[in-house]
Every structure is written in C-alpha cells, then in structure tokens.
C-alpha cells in the first residue's frame, strides 16, 4: 500500500517519510524511532549523537562557498499521535502506517498518518542525505515526545546547538510563517469512585456517542467541533434520576478534541422507554447543532450484560455537575491579533474503570497568567466533586518577533517564488520554538510546512502538491540564509 508513496515527488522525502512511518513511533515510547535515526546518521557518516532523554542531533558541515553563512537548526519532533477508529484493526505498537494516496492528498487506513511532524522530519532526512544541496552548516534537532508534555524540547540543554536560526518544520499551512504560539498545561482530576449494588429489576445499556471531525485541540478550537465528552454529559444529565451509571470511557489524548465515548448505565426495566425517548431526542437536538460541523455524528444506544454495582447517587450528580462546568473551547480570543485565540482548554479525557474516575485536559494560552488562571477554574471544578487534581507538563508560549531576519528573508523569496504574500502569524498550538528560545534566547526561530488537514484524527492528509511546494521553498530559504 506504501509503495504509490515512493513514487511521488520529491522522491527523497516520500521514500524518508515512508521509511519513518515502518517504524511504531508512539509519544513517550521512541526507542525504536531514536535508534532509526540514529543508524541514519551514522549511514550517513555525519556526527550523530543522543542527549540524555532522547533528543537526536545530526550534524552536517557547510557545502562549498556556503561555510561563511549562518549556521542553522533544523528542527522536528519524532513521535506522533495515534489514533484510529474504532472499526479500524491496528496494533500501533508493532505496525507501520499504512498509506495511500488519494488524488492530491496521502491518506492512512483508519488511522493518523503521521505527517504531524513525520512530514517535516523527512523534509530533514532528504537534506542530510542530499549530494547537491546547497547549505550552511547544519544541526539537525529531532526532538522526543512533543505530543504529550514536549519533554524532549524542555530537557534540551544549552550549549548543545551552534545555529543562530533555527527552521522548525511543524506548521500545517504552506501559506503561513509562524512567529508564535500558546503555551499549555494538563490538568489532571483524579479520585476514587463509590460503588453500590445495582437494584432490582434492572436492565443495562451502552450508550455511545460516536462519529464526530475530531481534531487538533489547538489548530482546530475555534472550527466548534463537537466533544464527545461533553455531549455525552448532556445526555446523563439529561437522563437524572432515571438512570443509574456504572462506568464511562470518552475520549483520548489531550492534544486530541474527543470523537468517542461509551458510557454503559443501568435502569429499572419499566423506565426503559422514556430513557429510548429521551436519548433519541437529544439525539435529534445533537445533530441539529453540529450539522455542520460533525455531520457523521451518532449515537447508539444498546442491551448489555446487566453489572453487579454503579455509581453511588450522590457522586453521580457531583461528577456529572463538574464535567458540566468544566470550560470547553475557546475561553477568550485575542485582542490584539485578529482571529487568533488567546486562551482555551481541550476536556479530553473522561473515564470512571476499576472504581477510579480520571479527567483530563490541556488548557493553552498565549498569555501566562491566563493560562494559570483557567487551570485553576478547572481546578476548583473538580475539586468541588471531592477530586484530587494536579497540574503538570507546564511549557510557555512563543513571543512573536515580526522584526526577524529570518522572517524577513522567507517572506520575500515566498513573494519571489509564489508571486503571493505568506501569512505571518502565531497559532494557538504548541510549537517546540517558545520552549528551544529559552536555552537560546538569540536565536532567530521560524515555523513553516506543507499543508496537512485532520492531524491527530484518523482523517489526517497530506496534500502532495503542497509537499513539493514546501520543499522548493526550504531549498530556497537555505540557499539564503541571512547572516545575523
């Protein structure tokens, strides 16, 4: 299925992005993709090295009459997000991705594809192992667990780095050059769960809410994409007394606005009719108001085996009442940069298994102390349902500088090459340069790519022609690196 993907152009970094995507890459479990790029770069016979949490560094001299220009980074992270659906049969911890192509686009069966940052790490791969290339001097960065904490990124040491810019190679719009971005934090509720015998005469159902976009929970805030999570809340509200509930799994990774959640509850066998009745009304109200935007959006309701407990009453309403409360989405837009969103949280992850109930979130913001303040609401949300909640995984935001002579550069060679004028902005996302400008605060840095649409989601694509473009673009961008 891979193979039509070696043959598209630039052959170099499609062959470097189907080898990557053969290796399981899964954030927090990168041995197997750190050891790959490591026998790269020694194949390669370029200086290659390991820092102490992971981080791989390849480095390659200036080519001729470049030695004189400003040495560079060039910067990507190695993990990717794994999801897929749940139709979808695949171990990601023994399987490579499995590609097609789809007109203009690359596609993965069922699952994410990868490009979210496999794209820009084979964009680096191609240029390590080009012959004719013209370029300064290289360090090649590849950055561990970007997706779940950016540890690599936060445990990077100085003094490991000679660039004076770095080009990071993770924006998914071949239009923009990003000069800034939100930084975040997880959030984490987390308590033991009361149980009580189920009563009699009862029946069981599973409840599942299903089939929404999905998506990036910073890029894709302000799209309004449904959570799972937190319809399915509306609908045991909605439900009250008449249903008892035994356990609950919506949801995913934090970085990832939730497609799915099953909720299995219990009820007296003569209110069955009026829990069907209700939920095919919330059902009709759900799709009403995300026609738009979730248009595959279902949900089913089915018999199940009858379970021994539920949920005590009284923590039932507690945690339902919480979830309710707990912001979702954009929280405050910015008002110094149109459209931009200045603050928002992402409910991830709801989960009462094995008598404990987990709640996870991500809240990101532009600004710090706004960043603080909503985690702390959320905070006090779940600390009103009796939970203990911890924050962790803190990383800061990116402050753009639109006076840059990298900026500068790559937007006159994009006007030159494109006969169009590229958008300079920040994203609400987190990007690795806020937390890499900190051991190098003179570093000049900068975010560009190719145009990639559904990352973290098993709708993630990437368009081919943007690919090409992209590449035409970085070639160019170093063979006029700016001294600074």
């Known amino acids: 299925m891979s193979q039509s993907i070696r043959e598209l152009s630039p052959k170099s970094v499609w062959n470097h992005f189907a080898d990557l995507n053969a290796v399981p890459r899964p954030s927090k479990k990168e041995e197997r993709v750190i050891q790959f790029m490591v026998d790269f770069g020694k194949s390669l016979g370029l200086p290659t090295e390991v820092d102490h949490i992971g981080n791989v560094f390849i480095r390659k001299p200036a080519t001729p009459g470049m030695e004189g220009r400003t040495p560079v980074v060039l910067q990507a992270h190695l993990d990717m997000v794994h999801q897929k659906n749940n139709s979808t049969n695949f171990d990601f911890e023994s399987e490579g991705i499995k590609m097609y192509v789809d007109g203009d ?4 069966d069922g699952t994410t594809l990868g490009a979210d940052n496999g794209i820009g790490v084979a964009f680096i791969m191609a240029m390590l192992s080009s012959t004719d290339i013209p370029h300064p001097a290289i360090d090649a960065l590849f950055t561990i667990d ?3 904490g950016m540890t690599g990124a936060l445990e990077l040491k100085g003094g490991m780095l000679n660039g004076k810019i770095l080009l ?3 924006t998914e719009d071949d239009d923009e ?8 934090i997880d959030v984490t509720a987390e308590c033991e769960v009361p149980f009580v015998a189920v009563p009699a005469d009862s029946a069981a159902l599973e409840i599942s809410v299903k089939g929404l976009s999905g998506g990036h929970s910073g890029m894709d805030i302000h799209k309004g994409l449904g959570n799972a999570n937190k319809l399915m809340n509306r609908i045991l509200d909605a ?11 919506g949801g995913g990774l934090r970085n990832a606005i939730p497609r799915e959640s099953v909720a299995k509850v219990v009820l007296l066998s003569s209110d069955m009719k009026v829990v069907q009745d209700k939920i095919l009304e919330l059902t009709k109200t759900f799709k009403a108001e995300h026609q738009s935007t979730d248009p595959e959006l279902t949900i089913t309701v089915e018999h199940t085996d009858l379970p021994e407990t539920v949920v005590a009453d009284d923590f039932k309403e507690k945690f339902i009442s919480a979830v309710y409360a707990c912001p979702n989405g954009i929280y405050r837009m910015s008002p110094d940069i149109a459209g931009l969103v200045q603050t928002s949280n992402n409910l991830a992850r709801v989960v ?3 008598g404990k109930l987990t709640v996870m979130c991500l809240t990101r913001s532009a600004v710090e102390s706004e960043k603080h303040d909503l985690a ?19 990383y800061p935001g990116w402050t753009p500088n639109p006076k840059s002579a990298i900026l500068t550069t790559m937007r006159n060679l994009y006007v030159e090459m494109f006969n169009d004028q590229p958008k300079v902005a920040a994203c609400h996302a987190g990007l690795e340069c806020g937390i890499l400008g900190t051991n190098y605060p003179e570093m000049e840095l900068i975010s560009f790519g190719p145009n990639i649409r559904g990352a973290h989601s098993p709708d993630e694509k990437c368009q081919i022609s943007s690919v090409q473009k992209s590449w035409d673009f970085f070639l160019k961008t170093l063979e006029n690196i700016p001294n600074v």
């Open 105 to 108: 686009w690359v596609k993965a």
């Open 146 to 148: 970007e997706e779940t």
């Open 168 to 170: 990071n190679i993770d």
């Open 177 to 184: 050059l990003t000069i800034g971005c939100a930084g975040g």
């Open 239 to 249: 439900l009250g007394a008449s249903i008892y509930l035994n356990s609950i799994n």
């Open 352 to 354: 009462i298994e094995s």
């Open 376 to 394: 702390r609401a959320i905070t006090r949300t779940f600390e009103s349902a009796g939970a203990s909640v911890s924050l962790s995984g803190n």
